[in-house]
Each structure stands twice: as C-alpha cells, then as structure tokens.
C-alpha cells in the first residue's frame, strides 16, 4: 500500500513535470514566434496630392507582395492636385504618418512665410478644397513617431517640421537629437542614406532595387518622394523595410506624370510645379 501511493504520488509529480515543461515551452515559443514574425512596412514621404504617383506606388506594394503598415513621413498634401483623394487613400490602410509643413501649412496651422510663392499659392487652393475630416485629420498629426528601431519625422530630429537633412553636417548635428539606431525623414524628396561614423557621418548612396542591411551602425535614411521626386529622376520614390531580414530596398516607379500635369492645369496651380514634374526638380 506504501508502494501504491508512492507510485501515484510519482505518476502526479510527473504528469505536473510535464504540464509545467509544456506552459514553460509555449510560452517560450510564443514568444520567440511573436519576436521572430517578419513585418514589412512600406516608407513613403512627400505625396503631395499627387494621385496618379501614390495609386501607381500602392500598386507596385501589392506587387511586390504588399506590407504590413505603411509609415507616412508627410506632406500628403501640398502642391498636387488631388488633396482629399490622398488623404482618403492613405486612410484605407493601416498606416501612421507624421506631420509635414505642407500639411500644416494648409490648415493654418503653421505660417506660409517660409514658402515660395508658388507653394504659397498651391498651400491657399489646397485649404480650399479641404473637407473638416481633413483638415483635423491634418491638424491632429504628431511630429514625430516611434516604430521598432525608427524614429519617424518630416524634416529632421532637431526641427521636424521644416528642417532639410540634405549635408554631412546638418546630419552630423542631427544624430544627437533622437535615441533610436534610425531615424526615417522625408522633406528634401531625394532618397538618401546618412552613416554616423565617430562623431560625424558619411553620405551613403540609396540604390534603386539594391537591398541595404541595416546593421548597428545608426542612419539617417530618407526614402525620396511618391508625387514630386527632386533627385534628377521624375519616377515616383518609396522604400520597403523587412524586419525579418532587416533590409530596407529603395524602389523607383513610373507613373502618369502628364496625367497629374493636366490635373493641375485644371485646377489653375502655378505653370512651374506643373513643368517641373517632368524633369524631376
């Protein structure tokens, strides 16, 4: 009888052994699966009401096997002549996005003193056209966003609504304004990638198509811009991060320039931001 309960007793410890070893490992494995899960996140700056651009970008997404979340670093307005069919767009996919000067400038929010002209102008017909949706969808978006290993802004660290991050030295300076191993910026509409390299930083070129492990080295990374590109090369401009291989691919796609051209005659915005599409300035 001794024996009998010593063997139940062995029998309960046992199956209590195994009941523990196996929370212990599921939840070791949904850990590691919830650690290990690849995501992938489309980057894109500088839409710039530019219909035609953003629908040829979302295409080419879904292209290329679509992503999980698209990170917006602003200015979906400004400029182009599709402002409420870009803010609608945007709004149908998971996505966050950051505050640009355009996007401010547009409600009010932010003085048009520092713009051309031009832009002064496209800003003034944009306010215009604007639904209320809009303008607080607009008026409610932060500065500046935290996602993983990035922090998300518009122009810079430092001042993220207006500065441009377009030299060795104002990245330099900027390094020392956010914590994070990257930083993701928009604003200038060229695609470029900043090192920091003891205490200063090296430019690094941003290949079409040519994938860019990110390592421990932090980086200043802007994708270029989707509806107005500055870089010489007039095809939209977006980036796809993998966080699984932890590459980010920079991709260049064409799209119905003379389309948003022909909108924007109609519209009446100035004749120099319709030519200058074409030539990618």
């Not at 030299?167 to 300076?173: D, L, M, P």
Request: charged fraction near 20%; proline fraction near 5%.
């Amino acid at each position: 009888m001794v024996w009998l309960v010593d063997y139940r007793s062995y029998f309960y410890n046992i199956d209590l052994l195994i009941l523990r070893l196996g929370r212990i490992a599921s939840g070791y494995m949904a850990r590691n699966l919830l650690y290990y899960s690849r995501m992938r996140y489309a980057v894109i700056a500088d839409i710039h009401a530019n219909l035609a651009a953003f629908t040829a970008v979302l295409s080419d997404i879904e292209h290329k096997g679509g992503v999980d979340e698209i990170w917006c670093l602003g200015d979906i307005v400004g400029y182009g002549p599709d402002p409420c069919q870009c803010i609608e767009l945007l709004r149908r996919y998971k996505h966050v996005c950051v505050a640009g000067n355009h996007d401010w400038a547009s409600t009010g929010k932010v003085d048009t003193a520092y713009f051309n002209p031009f832009a002064t102008t496209a800003c003034k017909w944009t306010h215009q056209q604007l639904s209320q949706d809009d303008i607080e969808y607009l008026d409610n978006l932060p500065q500046t966003i935290e996602k993983e290993d990035f922090l998300l802004v518009h122009g810079s660290p430092m001042e993220p609504i207006w500065e441009y991050i377009t030299s060795i030295g104002v990245a330099t300076r900027n390094f020392a304004y956010f914590r994070s191993l990257y930083c993701l910026a928009g604003h200038s509409h060229e695609p470029v990638i900043f090192r920091e390299e003891d205490g200063s930083c090296v430019f690094v070129p941003f290949t079409p198509d040519i994938g860019m492990v990110l390592g421990e080295k932090r980086l200043i990374i802007n994708p270029g811009g989707v509806g107005q590109p500055r870089d010489g090369d007039p095809r939209a401009s977006y980036a796809i991060y993998d966080s699984e291989s932890r590459i980010i691919k920079l991709h260049r796609i064409p799209y119905d320039i003379g389309a948003t051209q022909d909108r924007m005659m109609q519209a009446g915005l100035p004749i120099h931001l319709i030519t200058r599409l074409k030539a990618g300035r």
